[in-house]
């Protein structure tokens, strides 16, 4: 049996959309689910600031979390739930589980200032250096995906032996391939080395389809990969966390928190070694 899918969950919309992604994700795969529970006010939710957040009994938990498994019949469904922070009880869970992917919702919070919203996905990868799936509410994207974007630089990629799972799982399921790389607009925006970058970090050994190359010139970098995932029709974007991205989180100004701060596609985070 594959590993697990680890889901996050505080009953609200962009959490439930997120279940239903990893359950469409997991079928293919047979992969069972862990839903953990989480508190709403510690996970990255605009209604944390306005105090509109309505707290629920045990009862109420439970119900909720009862129609949740039901909406997954066809998975294994293991439910968990947790009175810690996020961070402690993801990383909790994970040292139990081994999952192969911790995944989360994300509501919208485009009309709340950057400043105000938690690197929720930086510190979760951070934590428990799993590779970490956060899927925008109202993301149309197919699932599984059928045209994979990896955005990338020109350095080298060394990934965490947990991104082995996802090696698999874009082995197995063959969708179309696009490196995608920003430059200045001075500079040439040829991918070849990102290219490079990434088949030598393994990540997409085993993918048989040829991979392509996307070049986008742009003075923002996350503007610019999120401008390559339109273009190159990506149904999900793929981001290599770098630790400086983790030291960058403070007030959310780093490549990665920025891309998933704005991005709407589904985005798989996966932690790299340096």
């Known amino acids: 049996m594959a590993a697990p899918f680890l889901v996050l969950t505080d009953f609200t919309p962009a959490a439930d959309q997120a279940l239903q992604y990893a359950a469409a994700l997991a079928a293919p795969l047979q992969a069972p689910l862990i839903l953990l529970h989480i508190r709403r006010e510690t996970l990255l939710d605009p209604d944390a600031f306005n105090g509109s957040i309505r707290h629920m009994s045990e009862g109420e938990v439970a119900a909720a979390l009862q129609s949740r498994v039901a909406s997954v019949a066809s998975l294994p469904v293991t439910v968990e739930s947790a009175v810690e922070g996020v961070e402690t009880a993801v990383s909790e869970a994970v040292s139990r589980h081994s999952p192969s992917l911790v995944i989360l919702g994300k509501p919208d919070t485009e009309t709340t200032p950057d400043e105000l919203v938690s690197s929720t996905s930086l510190k979760l990868l951070r934590a428990t250096r799993t590779p970490l799936l956060v899927v925008p509410v109202g993301a149309a994207a197919a699932v599984p995906p059928h045209a994979v974007t990896i955005a990338a630089d020109n350095s080298p990629i060394s990934l965490k032996t947990q991104s082995e799972g996802m090696r698999e799982l874009l082995a197995y399921l063959k969708p179309r391939l696009t490196v995608a790389h920003v430059a200045e607009p001075e500079n040439s925006d040829t991918c ?83």
């Open 192 to 274: 070849t080395v990102a290219l490079d970058a990434v088949a030598a970090s393994g990540l997409i050994a085993g993918v048989e389809s040829r991979i392509h190359c996307h070049g986008v010139r742009h003075r923002r970098v996350p503007e610019g990969i999120l401008q390559a995932a339109q273009e190159t029709h990506a149904d999900l974007l793929v981001l290599v966390a770098r630790r400086r991205s983790f030291l960058g989180q403070l007030f959310n100004r780093s490549v990665t928190s920025q891309v998933v701060l704005h991005g709407r596609l589904p985005m798989l985070l996966l932690p790299a070694l340096d």
